[in-house]
């Protein structure tokens, strides 16, 4: 490969914490400003070289909705960055860096910073839009006059506030619902769910024991003083036997449960991204390349929401000029495991990709051995902004780890997309 391709030369994440627990009373701008600050102190950089910030947030805050430059006022950096905020819901964070990587390859910039954060702790009970706009005419109200005549419309039912929730616009459905609908769809039962689950908390457990996530994950203050340096929702003593005994969450028939399901969470992530050639220019070391990048959305009236990744993946392999077997490591983001499970048989159908590819044989043979080596977002969790880059940033380092070349990032996110980036070591 000739030195135009886009590396990541830095990185950090917070620990990922069940939401409403440690980090409750961080904002999101904080929470990004940590890793945006670590990130580019960890690169040894000047801060002034960065161009440009793309972050990603699925559930801004209400006040300082461009989350990307809150957090670089939080960060300490330069004011004068640009910022954007990205939402392409669970994929946000990697399509960030999608965003980043594509302005390198074009010249517009040598050097930027990609990411997401996620703080569900924060996220509001939503009101009626009788109740929005019965306040909204309260207070144009000009005298005491006109406030106790529109008062007298007031109704106690305009307080009743709405819980926030994941639903499916356009299905009305949960996020749970439909990978539970999916799962059904593939023949994934509860059993092997459980199974999926229990070993990559496993997993998850070992990799902070030997030391891997230390590598890229700080440390982050709370307002209580208290240093959170370690994922929170890992169950290293969890088994298949404890998983059988829950109660199915979305359908009384259903096979996902809390235990099989990522859990809501609080967190952030971001890399430093700059052009192969900056990156000698300054002396520095990448952790890898971004190989290629390919999305995908697929109609929810015709086809499981989940199984985005599944029609993205052959392009990603393709613009990497690359097949499945040349694969070294897959990490595929775990909302469910029903869903990871239901995207794998898809991937290793020749049936469907025949019938939804046009494809002569299916995309590849997943090998389990080099699938989410680490644990997945089931035990770390799941920050709907930040998972893109908790998973640019665990591919990178294990393919170091493992001295091996490729890997492949999967990533499903509502509305029916998936996002495919494929990454390389160097």
């Known amino acids: 490969m000739t030195q135009n391709r886009v590396v990541v030369v830095a990185g950090t994440r917070t620990p990922f914490v069940r939401a409403r627990t440690v980090f409750q009373k961080l904002p999101a701008s904080t929470l990004g400003g940590v890793v945006l600050r670590e990130t580019v102190a960890r690169s040894g950089i000047d801060p002034g070289l960065i161009e440009e910030i793309h972050f990603g947030i699925v559930s ?19 004011a004068r960055i640009p910022c954007t905020t990205i939402n392409r819901y669970c994929a946000s964070a990697a399509e960030a860096a999608a965003g980043i990587a594509a302005k390198i390859l074009a010249g517009q910039i040598e050097v930027g910073l990609a990411g997401g954060v996620e703080s569900i702790s924060s ?15 309260f207070a ?5 006059a006109q406030r106790l005549g529109h008062f007298r419309k007031f109704k ?11 639903s499916e616009p356009t ?13 059904r769809q593939f023949k994934i039962g509860r059993a092997e769910q459980d199974e999926f689950a229990a070993s990559s908390h496993r997993k998850a457990h070992e990799a902070w024991e030997r030391g891997f996530y230390q590598s890229h994950v700080v440390g982050v203050a709370t307002p209580e003083g208290r240093i959170i340096d370690r994922d929170t929702d890992i169950r290293p003593d969890t088994s298949v036997e404890k998983l059988s005994k829950l109660r199915p969450i979305f359908y009384k028939d259903g096979t996902i449960t809390a235990g099989n399901a990522s859990p809501l969470t609080d967190g952030a992530s971001a890399v430093l991204l700059m052009s192969e050639t900056k990156a000698c220019e300054l002396g520095l070391k990448p952790l890898g390349a971004i190989r290629s990048v390919a999305v995908a959305g697929v109609d ?5 929401l989940l199984i985005g990744p599944a029609f993205a993946m ?26 990871v499970l239901a995207t794998i048989a898809a991937i290793e159908s020749k049936e469907w990709a025949k019938e939804k590819l046009g494809l002569e044989h299916a995309i590849g043979k997943v090998d389990r051995s080099r699938l989410n080596v680490n644990g997945g977002s089931i035990p770390l969790g799941h920050p709907f902004g930040a998972t893109g880059g908790r998973l640019i940033l665990q591919t990178l380092h294990e393919l170091q780890a493992r001295k091996k070349n490729l890997g492949l990032i999967s990533i499903c996110a509502a509305g029916g997309l998936g996002l495919v980036m494929v990454v390389e070591s160097i």
């Open 314 to 339: 052959p392009k990603a392999l393709e613009k990497a000029g690359i097949t499945w077997n040349d694969l070294d490591l897959v990490e595929m983001h775990e909302a469910f495991a029903g869903q």
């Open 123 to 137: 996220v509001r009970a939503l009101f009626s839009q009788e109740a929005t706009d019965f306040f909204q005419d």
């Open 171 to 183: 299905t009305g459905l949960s996020m749970g619902q439909s990978a539970d609908l999916m799962a």
């Open 156 to 166: 106690p039912t305009l307080l009743a506030p709405h819980a926030p929730g994941i």
């Open 140 to 144: 144009k109200a000009k005298t005491t």
């Open 300 to 304: 929810l009236q015709k086809e499981p």
């Open 60 to 78: 801004p805050p209400a006040e300082g909705t461009n989350v990307a430059r809150e957090a670089l006022f939080d960060s300490g950096l330069p």
